[in-house]
């Protein structure tokens, strides 16, 4: 069966983001974005990793279902703040909706694993 998806997953494995936050709706801002153990919602929180770290993509997408509908999940490596060199799952965009939290961004060469 296929999730439906307002969004399209604009990442590929290799490329680099960084953490956004483009939701408009009210009190919807946030700080960070979660890095998680597993490719879902439920998985245990790794890092917060904040607006305007970067991160490499290493491989997804991983497509799931949450309470609030279907996103893509990604497999990356934090480039920078605290929580660099960290590897986790992230949602590029959040569910059901057209707010992304990863934009895709230059790699710089000494990032690139």
Known sequence: MLCAM??????????CARVVDE???PGGRRAAEPL?????ADGDP???VPVGARVQVLYG???????????VWW???????????????????????ESYHLREVPCPAQDIV
């Open 75 to 97: 497999a990356v490596r934090v480039l920078s703040g605290a929580a660099r060199d960290r590897v986790g799952w992230m949602a590029e965009m959040a569910p059901g909706t």
């Open 61 to 71: 997408p991983r497509r799931g279902q949450t309470a609030h509908g279907a996103t």
């Open 46 to 48: 790794i890092a917060a």
């Open 23 to 25: 939701d408009s709706t």
């Open 6 to 15: 307002t969004a399209i997953p604009l990442l590929f494995a290799g490329a």
């Open 36 to 40: 998680r153990s597993l490719p879902s």
